[in-house]
């Protein structure tokens, strides 16, 4: 891992009052989590007529209401256009053992669509799969108050399914400062059930006693659910490799919430094994662990290419009087870390980056040697500016350039499309999710809203990513053709924890032969914390 700052030197950080402790560790006395809804996909959904249904909707176990729905059907032999049910407030459920959608409000008799989702077994607060039975349907309704609909389709299969509530969670660190005013930021993924962490990225900035340090883990190793120990290399020289403890106030659970920090160190190793070590600095504000991110916190850069002709240039921007440090990750098509040289420094796949108040830093890639694409994680940016570059230039075509802002991971987003003569539209698709495979849901509409192709084919493993151009993969389907393309994800069976859906850019290529980037609506934001 690689720390990069303007003039390489330590940063200042502004200190944080005494008094917070004592308010934090009160609050860690009093508060309690409370259960949250949970999030529920369609996967697989499939009407009688050929039509499909996507999307999903949040549900309360505990207060039995439905919000944050999001459900769009196709059209099919039977049903001509598909509808769409949405709604952001929660609605009173009539039982846990089914979902009823009315399309439109107010209701207009014979032309409304309502959707009914029955579930073999209840929705609960636990999560899991559960399969779609009995009389699914969209319908009709047969009334102003739609208490009575006619049925157009039957639903022939598919499921519902929501991250357990037992699942391994993502905790993040808050309000960490150590005594010589440097902070701490970061995650990791614990799973108190195996008592495993995983997907650990830590990062300490420079201090008045040590520099900044970044502690990177992606693979699973079995640790205590009170405390967290690291090491900053794999291979360890004693006197330059760093350590960082940390120590809960109350053991990790797969239940979540928030939890305090009894004490923090980062020391030099002492030994060839890291079994002693010699403290450099302690927690002078130990702050807490949290279920919850800071929103901002991270963000999502769906393309990376360097190399064949392409260079590219992260952009970050502090608007701020403060130094803010933050930690960019990147990940190759295949899922592997991919290593990076910026400015020339040494190759590595996590860069931790000191951006002084009122500046921006740019970091480029050396464009050399053969083509390379992936896609990267920018960590502790809630008041940073994260932009990618990338420039192609190849000799006999013009000089091309696309900019793609760091964004957060969503449950889908839509896009628009240009296969006109001449013309061409490309995507760069990023799953975040260290744990989940998930299925690729796309829908083509033309300008009218009409359903030209749907497909649900495609998967991507965790941390895969993938760029394609439409003429390549969609030719045949949308020659000659413009609108908008929908993406919305699904996952292989239950979620496994953290699944954040695909994070997409969008590229328009025209005749001359240049390209720019397209710019994606979210449907739905989520956690882009994998």
């Not at 860690?28 to 007529?49: E, K, P, Y």
Request: charged share 10%.
């Amino acid at each position: 891992m690689r720390n990069l700052d303007a003039d390489q030197k330590p940063a200042r950080f502004f200190s944080i009052s005494k008094f917070l402790q004592l308010g934090l560790l009160f609050c860690f006395m009093l508060c309690a989590a409370n259960a949250a809804a949970l999030h529920w996909q369609l996967n697989g959904v499939t009407f009688s007529d050929g039509g499909k249904a996507f999307g999903g909707f949040d549900f309360d176990a505990t207060a039995g209401t439905y919000s944050n729905i999001n459900i769009t059907t196709t059209p099919g032999s039977v049903v001509a256009q598909g509808s769409y049910y949405s709604s952001a407030a929660p609605v009173v459920a009539s039982t846990a053992s089914s979902f009823n959608g009315v399309s439109t409000v107010p209701v207009f008799s014979g032309s409304t669509l309502t959707l009914a989702l029955p579930f073999s077994t209840p929705l609960t607060g636990t999560g899991g799969t559960v399969s779609i039975g009995g009389t699914a349907a969209e319908s009709t309704c047969a009334n102003a108050s739609c208490n009575s609909t006619t049925s157009l389709r039957t639903i022939t299969a598919g499921i519902v399914s929501a991250i357990p509530a037992s699942a391994p969670k993502r905790w993040y660190l808050n309000g960490v400062v150590l005594s010589d005013g440097a902070q701490v930021f970061g995650s990791f993924v614990y799973d108190s059930s195996s008592g495993a962490y995983s997907s650990i990225s830590v990062t300490t900035t420079a201090g008045k006693a040590a520099p900044g340090a970044g502690y990177f883990v992606q693979t699973p190793s079995s640790g205590s659910p009170t405390s967290l120990s690291l090491v900053s290399a794999s291979t360890i020289v004693p006197a330059s490799t760093t350590t960082f403890s940390v120590t809960f106030i109350s053991p990790l659970t797969n239940a979540g919430g928030t939890i305090g920090i009894a004490g923090v160190t980062e020391g030099t190793c002492t030994s060839a094994n890291c079994s002693a070590s010699n403290a450099l600095r302690t927690a002078s504000v130990a702050g807490s662990v949290s279920t919850t991110a800071e929103t901002g916190y991270s963000g999502v850069l769906p393309q990376i290419a360097d190399g064949g002709g392409f260079t590219t240039v992260f952009i970050i921007t502090n608007p701020t009087g403060a130094t803010i440090t933050c930690r960019m990750t990147f990940w190759e098509d295949n899922g592997n870390s991919l290593p990076l040289s910026l400015n020339g420094a040494k190759t590595a796949s996590s860069y931790v980056v000191v951006v002084p108040g009122h500046s921006t830093q740019f970091l480029s890639t050396p464009g050399a040697g053969p083509s390379v694409t992936g896609w990267g994680l920018a960590e502790n940016i809630a008041q940073l500016g994260v932009i990618a570059a990338f420039r192609l230039q190849v000799s006999n075509l013009p000089e091309s350039e696309a900019t793609v802002e760091a964004i957060p991971g969503t449950a889908g987003f839509a896009m628009a499309f240009d296969e006109s003569p001449g013309f061409d539209t490309g995507f760069a698709l990023a799953n975040v999710s260290a744990f989940d495979t998930v299925i690729e849901n796309l829908y083509f509409y033309d300008t009218t809203g009409a359903l030209i192709y749907n497909d649900s084919t495609r998967t991507l493993g965790p941390h895969e990513h993938e760029s394609f151009l439409f003429s390549s993969r969609y030719g045949a389907q949308l020659a000659g053709k413009r609108g908008t393309v929908r993406l919305y994800y699904g996952t292989q069976s239950t979620p496994a924890h953290g699944a954040v859906g695909l994070t997409g850019l969008g590229l328009r290529v025209n005749p001359g032969g240049t390209f720019t980037s397209l710019p994606t609506v979210s449907i739905e934001p989520t956690s882009s914390s994998e």
